[in-house]
């Protein structure tokens, strides 16, 4: 048994950055979260999540042999090159205006990410 277990939630000051990072990057490049705000907030939640537990926001949509590596190899880290060089987000954190699932907003309340957090808990 260990002694101490890792929490399974980011840190706000994480959770701070994430949101701050995704606004920005949403409205530099075009792109909108989803129509459903929980998609948004999970994403945002898991990114936030590996940049604690990493430190680097490691995309949380993909399953990974050694997750150290791959935050070594710079890919996976958001944005990922997909993203950067295609706008491909298979996260569905970054849409572009023609997808079917794209909404209008490039800001996040914080108390969406509030909600999803306390599911995850
Ligand atoms: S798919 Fe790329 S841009 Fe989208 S959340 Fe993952 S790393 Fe970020």
Redesign the pocket.
Known sequence: MTTTESSKLSSEKSLEAMKNFAETYAKRTGTYFCVDPSVTAV?IEG?AKHKDDLGAPL?P?RHYEDKEAEVKATF?N???I??RERKE???M??LTPDNEFAGQEQDIPMSELEAVRATLA
């Open positions: 994403v990114l995309c949509c996976w958001c944005p990922c997909p993203m987000c298979h996260c954190l970054f």
